[in-house]
């Protein structure tokens, strides 16, 4: 047996659940060959930074990030979207110990292996089967493809990631078996673009339990339904085929929640955004969702101030906004990337007009979030656990997503525990949260 001490890595985490989800990977990788985590760069042999280079602001936090990471540990492999375009971290750095981009799993692996070798315990099993996680133990992100086939002009994420790679639904869920099995009670679907899952591969047969499963959106969301956690599913585009989603949401197999990023409503914007499905009648679907699934949450994020963008876009992303009364919405006034070619399709929006505009729109969305939680009053509703004390407890509905969403505050005199599926009796609502009793 190998009796050096175990080598210790340190680990930064930045950017979206798809990354997260990578660091996942990798840190399940390390611990299984021996390597301990540290919780500090001083306690670290070195050091992981997970880096995100979708915004121009993102990459200025990711090389912060390796810039602390230099200073106070030295040694330092950069993975991530932002090591797709290593020229940028060469410069300011030139002794970073490696540089790979996203999903190099191996390659980041093998960074580490050269700086210091793992420690062999034959006897020792380290990594218990559902992997190492990054969140909480009762949720958790899980992850069905990687890349993206769309070219959406203000993003470079195929540039960075590539096209889409659909997991084998087999693989996906076997791993969302384990994770079931090992006490998660909320399984978070992500990728760039989960209703094309599976386009890539021609929908191809895989093994599961007693059965073939098509990788296929509705066929994993069917599958994923009978594991006995809540399946949420997240960055859904409006194609055709999603409608035969909402009767197993009405059914109760998987969460009625839809998280559809439409960025815009207006069809010149679209258009200019490339986005995939925006001729999708859309506004006429989500009233066809809602009559199938009257407990339907649909959310969305938008952009104020796309290149382009003139009043009248605006203003009808405002009436848009009206008709379709979404329940959860996030808005960002837009952000050049570089490389996007978005940049340079029309005269930017000045700063002050979009700013303006994300303020009107958010205010909309305001009131409109503020009717829709008002009308929960009165109701009892489901809540998972996600935090509690001797003084309460805080957990979300099946409408709220975890860090994007919003939250129930509850009272309660049982002891509850993180995880725990309560019936809340709502009491009271802002334009956020709501308030309720157990
Ligand atoms: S769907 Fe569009 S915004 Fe999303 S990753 Fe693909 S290209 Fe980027």
Request: charged share 30%; hydrophobic share 40%; net charge negative.
């Amino acid at each position: 047996m190998d009796d050096r001490p175990a080598a210790r890595v340190g680990l930064v985490s930045l950017g979206c659940p798809k990354a997260l989800v990578d660091s996942e990977r990798i840190i399940t990788q390390l611990r299984a060959e021996g390597y301990e985590l540290s919780k500090t760069y001083a306690g670290a042999d070195v050091v992981i930074v997970n880096t995100c280079g979708f915004l121009d602001s993102a990459k200025a936090e990711s090389l912060q990030a390796i810039g602390e990471a230099m200073a106070e540990n030295g040694k330092v492999v950069v993975t991530g979207c932002m090591g797709a375009q290593p020229e940028l971290i060469r410069d300011k750095f030139p002794d970073v110990l490696a540089i790979t981009g996203p999903q190099a799993y191996e390659s980041v692996v093998g960074a580490v292996h050269q700086a210091v070798p793992p420690r062999h315990d034959p006897y020792m099993d380290l990594v218990p089967p559902q992997g190492l996680r990054l969140t909480p133990r009762h949720y958790a992100y899980l992850k069905i493809s990687e890349g993206c086939n769309n070219r959406c002009s203000f993003c470079i994420i195929p540039q960075l990631r590539g096209d889409l790679v659909s997991r084998p639904a087999g693989d996906v869920l076997r791993e969302a078996e384990k994770l079931v099995k090992a006490g998660v009670k909320e399984l978070l679907v992500i990728s760039q673009d989960t209703s094309a899952y599976g386009v890539d591969v021609k929908y191809a047969e895989s093994r599961w339990q007693d059965r073939e499963v098509r990788t296929k959106f509705l066929d994993l969301c069917r599958e994923l339904g009978t594991l006995g956690a809540w399946t949420r599913l997240h960055y859904v585009y409006p194609y055709p085929h999603v409608d035969e989603a909402i009767p197993l949401m009405a059914e109760g197999k998987i969460l009625p929640y839809l998280d559809i990023p439409l960025q815009h409503a207006s069809p010149n914007v679209l258009r200019a955004m490339k986005r995939p499905a925006h001729q999708e009648k859309t506004l006429e679907r989500i009233r066809r969702w809602r009559e199938i699934c009257p407990d339907i949450t649909v959310r969305s994020t938008f952009i104020t101030g796309f290149p382009g963008e003139t009043d009248a876009d605006f203003e009808m992303m405002l009436d848009w906004l009206d008709e379709a009364q979404l329940d959860r919405v996030g808005c960002f006034p837009y952000e050049p990337v570089s490389g996007a070619p978005a940049n340079d399709l029309a005269a930017p929006v000045p700063e002050e007009i979009k700013l303006e505009r994300h303020r009107r729109f958010m205010e909309k969305q305001e009131e409109i979030s503020a009717q829709k939680l008002e009308a929960k009053i009165g109701k009892t509703l489901d809540v998972i656990i996600d935090e509690a004390d001797d003084g309460g407890a805080q957990g979300r509905t099946k409408g709220d997503a975890p860090e994007i969403d919003g939250l129930v505050h509850i009272r309660t005199r049982k002891k509850l525990a993180s995880g725990d599926i309560v019936s809340v009796k709502i009491e009271d609502a802002d334009e956020h949260d709501l308030f309720g009793v157990a």
